[in-house]
Structures are given as C-alpha cells and as structure tokens.
C-alpha cells in the first residue's frame, strides 16, 4: 500500500453486522440440509442451534460443523445472509447490488483460509475525493493513486505541505495501531492493560482511547475540508459530536482504521452476497443444517441443556441443544431468554442504491469522475459541516446540508453488471448518509426519507456539472433506479433495533466487567451472542461468529 495513503486505501462502507435477514434476489442461500432438500429442523437434538443465518451466524456454523458437531441454523426468512446479501433490486435490471452491508475491511483472512471460502475481494488505487467549492471556484481533495498525486492534491487544495505531513504523521500512528490490535479480534479478549502494552504507543492510545477523537483531530489539522475527511470514520452509524464523552465516536474510528492490520477497505468481488454465499456452502458442506423460514421465538435453558422453540407456516416446533448460539442483536435475545432487554439502540444513517447509464461529470475538471467515485466521495462532509449537522439533527431537525459519501463498486467489480449493462457503460452508486438518527423519522417515515434523500442528492449536484437526476437509469416499469433506506427501514426488514447497523454502540476491543473470555457470553452458560452486539462485533467481520464457535469448542473439548 502506498504510504500516502495513511493506511485507507477505500474508506469504508455500511459495516452492518446484519440482523437475520436480507436480499431477495439470490443474495442469500436458500436453506438446505446435507442432502440438498429444503431443510426443516424437526424436533430433534443437536450439538448446537444457531438463531441467524447472517454472516456471523454461518461463520460459527461452518466451524462447529467442521469440528464435528450437529449444528442447525434457524433464519427467519427464506434465505440466508442477513444484512450481507447481494439483489437485483430494480425491476427487470440485470444489476445485483449489495443493497445493505457494501464493502469489507475487517474480515480477517484466518476466516477465509480456516472455512476455505471461495471468496475474494479487490482493493481500490483511490481512497477518497472531497470536493469543495473555495475563492469561488470548484476545487477537492483527491487521495490516493501515489504519494506523488496525493502530496501534490493536497498543495493544490491548501496551497503547501504542512497538512500533507500532519496526515502522513497521523495515519502512520493508526498504522502501527492497526498492525498491533487486529490479530487480537480473532484472539480472547485481552485486559485493558494488556492491550495497551500491545500497541506500545502512548500517544495512539490517549488518542484514540482516553480523549476524543475531536480533540486529536483540531491538534494536528488546520484545514476544515481535511479535517472532516478524518472525522468521518467516527461517525459511520454512529451519531456523535467529535467531542462526545463516551467517546463512542473513539470506537466507531478504531473499527475503521484497523481492518486487515492496515485500514484497507476493499470490494467484495461479486457483491456481498458473495461471501455470504460462500459461508452458507461452507456451513452446509460440513454437515450443518440450515433451516430457512423457521422464526426462533424462545429459549428456555438451564445452563447446562437448552431448547429452542421456532415457528414456522407450518406451526411450531423445538430443537434441543447442549449450545445455543445468538446471531441476533441483544434487545431480541433478551427477548428469547426473557432477561430484561439492555439500552435500546439507534441508528443513524440513509442508505441509497443507484444504477446509472453513466457517471455525471464533475464541476472540478481536475478530477476524472472515474477516480472520484472509486474511492469514497465525500459530499458536505467539512469538519464544520459534521459539527453543523449533528446539532441540527440533536435538536430533532433533519441536516438542512446533509452528510453523505459515495463510492461506484462496477468501476472495482464490473461483474456485479449484466454483459449488456457493461457495454452500454452503466455504473453503481451506493449512498450512506450521516447524522440522521431513527429518532426524526418517527413522525413519518416515508415523508421524512423523501425530504431527506431530495436534499441529500441535492448536496452532490452541487459538486456535479450535470444533475445526478440526468444520469439515472430507469427499470422495466420506467422509475428511476434509486431506493433508499432509513434506519426504520432497516429495523422493519433486517430486525436491526433501531436500525441500528452495529446493533448498539460499538465496544472497546479489550475486555471489561462482566465481558468474559471470548465477549460473546451472556449471563446463560450455554447461551452465546454470535451477532454484531457481541464485543468486537460490528461491521462484516466473522469475528463474533468465530469467537462463539471457539468458547463452545473449549468447553467440549474440556
């Protein structure tokens, strides 16, 4: 990776950890059983029930399958894959997007060798561009593509070198970081002074650990535009000010720029249903049965056996297990146990999938729209800005300058296309907005989405040479092919709580009071969270899905 890159090499997408549901259209496995018939679970017994087929869940299931034990997997829908699927969402349009969860960083490679997944993924020469409009004219931050181009965008946007340097300086510190605490995930989790001796840094960890990010940020940084440019990956899906106390905004940053020991944030090379198609094929070659359209409604256990009643069309059923695994968020398996539900959670973003008969020229001329937007492309994202947004949306009013960022995964995987599609030179844009917490689309949530994605979109034509309008493509029917997502969308079709993508606020990655070894414990021995609530949980990772598996492994194997 070049240097200048400071260790981001993508930026980041929607690090959803799923909830039990997904795509419609072959984004998720249909379940079967080793003979390949529709599975059912039957009442009978099994090592081990798995309440979720979403990433996490299939990662547990294809290493307890391969380690020997009966595993049964019980989803809700009719496929597997949770929030990580891929679909064809507009109407006769060969175009199979990830229409949730969109790119990978924190997936490590010992789940891909150890599950022998036939997955890949493709880094990006660009991580992101900023535009911005300063003395009157249409101007941005290009990042990526050599030390050379970058040192040299960075001159051209705040006229010399200083800001460059502080970057390099900063994001070689998240680097050495990076290297030290990413194997940790897939290991028990360590003290808090443990973790510190590890990274053997004290100006990381005050950093990122003991003062928030804001204040990091306004000490080595001068430009507003670049400063907004750090800030950003403290608030993907998590509503914060850069000055929050809980430093949860800390966490939310740490998640990013770790990933792979370097911070890359690569495409998933046929969309991301692609992995979570190769987990369930991993799953159900080792021997484990995936049960599709079997809904877990309760949990009844004693701590040393459990049962696990579902429901499916065709009435109820129950499956014994010695373990019984949870891929969903902690409010639905307070819910199963009937333990009292933690916090509720809430989500902060607006997710849009777009398909376009071409990418829209650019007001910056200096810029090919081609590396613009396949990196992360930045809209309304100055540091002011961010600051500017939260408040509005703390004090219950939509963002009147919306946050957002862009990337265009064809121009990295052009495969997720139809043959005809690629010829006629149509593009992806996936959208994720910021600062837009569950809260204001109470009132109405399909009025609010459309005010909010009119102004949203309306940010980015204000970067654009032509509307973005101009170059959508249209379905079978004739509409536009643009859909939008907001966290009631999310908690209505993925079970997220709140739509929350993290399913509540991301957790330091070192142990605290009443975490366990592994962080995926629960106050039931025999009862295990798999899904993105667990510590270290959170974006397309495996790592809750692993860490389950490996503390019911040592148990048994006791």
């Known amino acids: ?38 599975a059912r679970a039957g009442n009978r017994a099994y090592d081990v029930v798995v309440v979720g087929g979403g990433h996490n869940g299939l990662v547990a299931a294809a290493y307890l399958a391969r380690a020997g034990r009966s595993v049964l997997v019980l989803e809700r829908l009719d496929h597997t894959g949770g929030a990580a699927v891929s679909t064809r969402p507009f109407a006769g349009v060969d175009a199979r997007l990830s229409r949730y969860s969109y790119l990978v960083s924190l997936l490590p490679s010992k789940i891909v060798r150890d599950l022998g997944l036939r997955f890949r993924v493709q880094g990006r020469t660009i991580s992101s561009y900023t535009p911005v409009e300063r003395g009157g004219r249409a101007t941005g931050l290009l990042v990526g593509g050599g030390e050379d181009r970058t040192r040299a965008a960075f001159a051209r946007l705040t006229g010399g070198d200083t800001e460059y340097e502080a970057w390099r300086r900063f994001y070689g510190m998240t680097g050495r970081l ?12 360590p003290s808090r002074d443990a973790l510190r001796r590890r990274i053997d840094d004290e100006e990381a960890w005050r950093t990122l650990f003991e003062e928030p990010i804001g204040a990091a940020v306004e000490a080595r940084f001068a430009d507003d535009l670049v400063r907004g440019v750090v800030l950003t990956d403290a608030l993907i899906g998590t509503f914060a000010d850069a000055h929050d106390p809980s430093l949860k905004q800390n966490r939310c940053f740490l998640y990013h720029v770790i990933g792979g020991g370097t911070g890359a944030w690569d495409v998933p090379v046929g969309g991301m249903g692609a992995l979570t198609d190769a987990l369930a094929a991993a799953a159900r070659e080792a021997g484990a049965v995936l049960a599709t359209g079997h809904e ?18 065709d009435g109820e059923g129950v499956a014994a297990a010695r373990h019984v ?21 809430e989500g902060a973003q607006l997710k849009v999938n777009m398909l376009l008969e071409r ?31 939260h408040a509005e949306a703390a004090a219950g009013r939509l963002p009147t300058a919306p946050p957002s960022e862009i990337y265009c995964h064809s121009l990295t995987d052009p495969s997720i296309l139809g043959p005809d599609l690629v010829a006629r030179g149509f593009q992806t ?13 109470d009132r109405d949530n399909d009025a609010v989405r459309e005010e909010l994605l009119k102004a949203t979109l309306a940010q980015l034509d204000a970067h654009l040479a032509e509307p973005i309008a101009d170059c959508l493509a249209t379905d079978a029917d004739g509409r536009p092919c643009v859909e939008a997502r907001t966290p009631l969308d999310l908690e209505r079709d993925l079970g997220l709580p709140g739509g929350n993508i993290f399913h509540r606020d991301l957790s330091w990655p070192h142990a605290q009071e009443s975490t366990g070894r592994w962080g995926v414990e629960t106050p039931h021995p025999n009862v295990l969270l798999c899904g993105a609530g667990a510590v270290r949980g959170g974006g397309v990772s495996g790592v809750p899905g692993h860490n389950a598996a490996m503390a019911v492994l040592e148990v048994t194997h006791a």
């Open 178 to 189: 990076a290297e030290r605490v990413f194997p940790t995930l897939t290991e028990p989790l």
């Open 429 to 441: 844009l996936t959208l994720f907005g910021l600062h837009t917490p569950a809260r204001l689309f």
């Open 359 to 389: 990418l829209p020229r650019l007001r910056d001329t200096a810029v090919d729209p081609r590396e613009a937007f396949a990196g992360t492309f930045h809209i309304a994202e100055g540091y002011a800005q961010l600051a500017t947004a």
């Open 296 to 313: 877990a409604v309760r949990i009844d256990t004693d701590g040393r056996g459990a049962e696990v009643t579902y429901r499916t069309a």
């Open 325 to 345: 695994l949870v891929g969903a968020s902690p409010q639905a398996l307070a819910a199963l146990t009937g333990d009292a539900p933690p916090e509720p959670a």
């Open 1 to 38: 990776m070049p240097a200048d890159e400071g260790q981001r090499t993508g930026h980041r997408g929607e690090r959803d950890g799923g909830g039990t549901g997904g795509g419609e259209d072959g984004g998720g496995a249909r379940g079967t059983g080793p003979g390949g018939a529709a």
